[in-house]
């Protein structure tokens, strides 16, 4: 059954005089448990696109149907319950809170859901056993990146939104991280979206949804995604 159901999705953005369609009739579906990649490359509208699915950001029109329910005709308040009960969000850009801890920072998003996982062991996976009472201002750009995950993971969201989630991160971090996100797919039923650029991560998932100047223009199956240990880039 598909979980996530997008349909003539648009998103128009109005600069100055010109108008921007940052997605330009958006469908595609994915199922229930799945590992879905939005690929394609800078200012394609996947942020656009997961902002919408996260229920961070509104649709110009279309529908977005998540588990039956079209988030598009929510309110602000349904939107702030739905975010909160459904939704663990890696956001491109970590979006911290600067005073308080990695450990306080996790801890925040855990504790307003029922069924969290252990905001430490979430950080000790993620490889951050000795960053876990650090300020945000004395982490790495990398490690930041990986309290964000460890924020939205901690969550055990039904949905994980990820964006650019190893962007700042080395190789072989940022295959052990990718290997938490896709293990909330695999192993917790979670449904997972990975936004990336980079199409060496595409074997890994179960659908690849190619984004191209604001459209869906392929969405390929992968009936054996590839361990992410045999994957390179
Ligand atoms: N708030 C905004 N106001 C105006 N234009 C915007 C806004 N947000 C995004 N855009 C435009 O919409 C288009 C899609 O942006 P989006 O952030 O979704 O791209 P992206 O695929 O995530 O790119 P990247 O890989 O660089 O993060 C871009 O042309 C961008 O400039
Ligand atoms: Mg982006």
């Known amino acids: 059954m598909n979980y996530i159901e997008v349909r003539h999705n648009f998103k128009r953005y109005h600069s100055g005089e010109t108008e921007i369609l940052a997605n ?14 939005i690929l394609g490359a800078s200012g394609a509208g996947k942020s656009t696109m997961l902002n919408i699915l996260g229920g961070m950001d509104t649709n110009t029109s279309g529908d977005v149907i998540i588990d039956g329910k079209n988030i598009a005709n929510y309110n602000k308040r349904q939107l702030t319950a ?8 890696v956001f491109q850009f970590y979006n911290l809170i600067q005073n308080l801890t990695a450990k306080e920072n996790v801890e925040l998003a855990s504790e307003i859901v029922s069924d969290s996982l252990d905001p430490v062991q979430t950080l000790i996976d993620v490889g951050l056993k000795n960053r876990i009472n650090n300020f945000p201002a004395g982490l790495s750009g990398g490690e930041q990146q990986r ?21 700042a991160l080395d190789y072989q971090t940022g295959k052990s991280v990718l290997q938490i996100i896709a293990n909330m797919s695999r192993n917790n039923g979670a449904t997972v979206v990975i936004v990336t650029h980079n ?28 361990n992410i240990a045999n994957i390179k880039w």
Request: net charge negative; hydrophobic share 40%; with cysteine.
């Open 199 to 226: 199409s060496a991560l595409a074997p890994i998932a179960d659908r690849v949804i190619h984004f191209h100047d604001g459209q869906v223009t392929k969405i390929e199956h992968n009936a054996h995604p590839e």
């Open 147 to 167: 309290v964000a995950i460890a924020r939205a993971v901690a969550k055990n969201p039904k949905i994980l939104l990820c964006d650019e989630p190893t962007g």
């Open 82 to 89: 739905y975010r909160r009960n459904d939704i663990g969000f």
């Open 24 to 37: 330009n009739n958006v469908s595609f579906s994915i199922e229930k448990g799945e590992l879905a990649i």
